[in-house]
C-alpha cells in the first residue's frame, strides 16, 4: 500500500533531511518532496523508514534478563573482533577525509561526550551531503558509531531518556555494521524498568482509546467523509480463510485483488495492540519517524523524529488535516521486535515462490490519507486495529488516471479523490473502480501496478507485507 517504496536501505534514492539529532524536538523538512514511492524518495524508499528495512526469518533472539553492569557491557567496546571493526571503520573514514570524526571518535571512546556528540553531528551532516543513494555505507556506520558512544555516556550520566532516543537515530540512520551492538544496548535498557501513566489518567486515556477504534462504523456517517461514489461500484470479493492454492488460483495468477478474514485472529496483536498501556510500555520511549500534513503531495507535509508516546499524544490531534500526524511505511518491525513478536507472516506472502521484500507499519488516527498511487510488488495489508476505506483502479486506465510526470511521483496520481477536478481531469470521473472498508482482522490482497487510494475511518493499524514472485507469471485466461 504505501508510495513510499521502501526496499533495503541501500536503495534509497532520497533520505529526508531532518534536523540534527541534538535538537530537542528532531523536526525538520526532508530535503525532497517525499520519501515514499518508488520514483520519488521511494523506491525503496519512504520516509526514514530507511536503514532497517531487511526483512530475515531467521530465529529471534530474546534477551530476558540483564545484569546492572550489562549495559555498559554491551555498549562498550568489545572483543577483538569488535574492536578490529572499529578500528577498521575508522580508518576508512579517514581515508576518505574523516579525520576530524575519527579523532572525536576515539575520545568518545575514552569517555567524552562532547566529543561523541561532535562526532554523530559530523556524521549526521554527510548522511545529508546528498541524495541518500551516495552516501558511502562507511558514513552510515561512523553514525551508528557515533549514536553508540552518545547512548553509553549519556546514560552512564543517568539520561536513560536521551540514551534509547541516540540508539533508535543509529537504527533508523545508521549502516548495519553496528546493528547487533546497537539492537543489544537497546535490550539491555528497555529492561529496566520505567514510570508509567498514573491509574485515573489511564482509564480515561483507554476509555479516549476505545472511542477512536470506534468511530464511523456507521456507514452513513462514513460516506459524509469518503470521496464520491464510494461504496457504489463493485465490490471487492471476499473470502473466508481460503487455502494457499485457491488464492494461487484464483486471485494472484489472476492479478485480482481480494479481501481475505479469519486468518489473522490468532495474532497476539489482534489483542494486545487494543491495550493503548501496552503499546506505551513496549514502545513508549522509542524514537520514530512520523509525517504530519494531509498526504504526502501536500506542500505543507513534512517529516518529524518524536517518541512514540508523543505520538500516540497526536492521535487526539485531528481537527486541522495539516496537523494530521501519521507513523507511514515504516519498518517499525525491524527496530522494536517486540512489536514483531505479536504478528507473523501470512503464508500467502509465499506465493509465487517470491520472496519478502519489506514489512512496514502503517498506524495513525481517523483521517490519515495515502493519495492515489500504485505500488511494484505483490502486496498483503493487514488490518490489525480499526477500519479503512480503500479504493482500488487496474492498472489497464493508468494513463485516465493522470499520473505525475516528473520521475519521483511517477506512481502517483495527480487527481485529488476528495476534491475531484472534472474540467483538469475529466476521464477519471466515470472510471470503474472496486472498493471496501476493510474491517480489523481482514487481509486485502493488492497485485502490483493496481493503483489504490486509502482513508482511515478510525485509530487505524496496519501492517503491509510486500513481496516480489520468484518469476513473472502470465494471467490466468
Known amino acids: 500500500m504505501g508510495t513510499r517504496w521502501l526496499a533495503h536501505s541501500a536503495s534509497y534514492i532520497g533520505k529526508p533531511s531532518f534536523q540534527s539529532p541534538n535538537t530537542e524536538d528532531f523536526a525538520g523538512k526532508q530535503n ?16 526514514i523508514s530507511f536503514a532497517f528495512c531487511t526483512f530475515s526469518r531467521g530465529p529471534r533472539r530474546h534477551v530476558t534478563k540483564c ?5 555498559a557491557m554491551a555498549m562498550a567496546c568489545g572483543g577483538d573482533s569488535e574492536a578490529k571493526r572499529r578500528a577498521a571503520l575508522l580508518r576508512e573514514i579517514t581515508e576518505e577525509g574523516g579525520f576530524a570524526f575519527a579523532a572525536s571518535a576515539e ?11 561532535a562526532a554523530r553531528e559530523m556524521a549526521w551532516e554527510q548522511l545529508h551531503s546528498g541524495p541518500w543513494s551516495e552516501v558511502g555505507r562507511a558514513w552510515r556506520d561512523a553514525y551508528a558509531l ?11 550520566a543517568g539520561d536513560r531518556t536521551a540514551s534509547l532516543r541516540a540508539l533508535d537515530m543509529g537504527l533508523i540512520m545508521g549502516g548495519n555494521l553496528l546493528r547487533a551492538d546497537l539492537e543489544a544496548a537497546l535490550a539491555c535498557i528497555i529492561a529496566e ?20 477504534l470506534d468511530r464511523n462504523r456507521d456507514i452513513a456517517d462514513a460516506l459524509k467523509i469518503l470521496p464520491t461514489k464510494s461504496l457504489s461500484c463493485k465490490e471487492i470479493a471476499r473470502r473466508s480463510c481460503i487455502s494457499l492454492e485457491e488464492f494461487i488460483c484464483d486471485y494472484f495468477l489472476r492479478d485480482t485483488p481480494v479481501i481475505i478474514s479469519g486468518c ?10 487494543k491495550d493503548i498501556q501496552y503499546l506505551k510500555k513496549i514502545a513508549g520511549d522509542r524514537t520514530v519517524p512520523v509525517e504530519v500534513g494531509k498526504s504526502y503531495v501536500c506542500s505543507e507535509w513534512k517529516q518529524e523524529l518524536i517518541t512514540f508516546s508523543q505520538f500516540l499524544e497526536r492521535m487526539w490531534s485531528t481537527v486541522c488535516p495539516s496537523n494530521v500526524t501519521y507513523l507511514a511505511q515504516h519498518p517499525l518491525f525491524e527496530q522494536i521486535k517486540e512489536l514483531h513478536e505479536d504478528i507473523m507472516v501470512p503464508d500467502y506472502c509465499y506465493a509465487g515462490g517470491g520472496e519478502l521484500q519489506s514489512l512496514n507499519a502503517w498506524f495513525g488516527p481517523h483521517g490519515t490519507v495515502t493519495p492515489l498511487h500504485y505500488d511494484p510488488h505483490h502486496n498483503i495489508l493487514a488490518q490489525v486495529l480499526g477500519r479503512k476505506y480503500i479504493r482500488l483502479y487496474p492498472g489497464s486506465v493508468s494513463e485516465d488516471l493522470y499520473p505525475h510526470t516528473e520521475t519521483m511521483l511517477s506512481n502517483t496520481s495527480q487527481v485529488d479523490l476528495d476534491n475531484i477536478d472534472g474540467k483538469e481531469f475529466p476521464r ?8 471496501c472498508i476493510l474491517e480489523e482482522g481482514d487481509l486485502l490482497y493488492i497485485p502490483p501496478k493496481w493503483w489504490h487510494y486509502v482513508r482511515s475511518l478510525s485509530i487505524s493499524f496496519s501492517v503491509s507485507f510486500w513481496w516480489r514472485a520468484a518469476a513473472i507469471t502470465s494471467n490466468a485466461s
Open 146 to 156: 557515533a549514536c553508540l558512544h552518545v547512548a553509553r555516556l549519556r546514560r552512564a
Open 193 to 212: 524498568s520505567s514510570h508509567g501513566d498514573g491509574a485515573d489518567a489511564a482509564v480515561e486515556e483507554a476509555k479516549r482509546w476505545r472511542e477512536g
Open 32 to 47: 525532497i518532496r517525499s520519501t515514499r514511492h518508488p520514483q520519488r524518495p521511494l523506491s525503496s524508499q519512504r520516509n
Open 107 to 117: 575520545k568518545a571512546a575514552a569517555g567524552d561526550l562532547r566529543a561523541a556528540e
Open 264 to 273: 489473522i485472529d490468532h495474532w497476539p496483536a489482534m489483542t494486545k495492540w
Open 67 to 71: 545484569s546492572a553492569a550489562a549495559p
Open 428 to 435: 477519471v470521473q466515470n472510471l470503474d473502480f472496486m472498493d
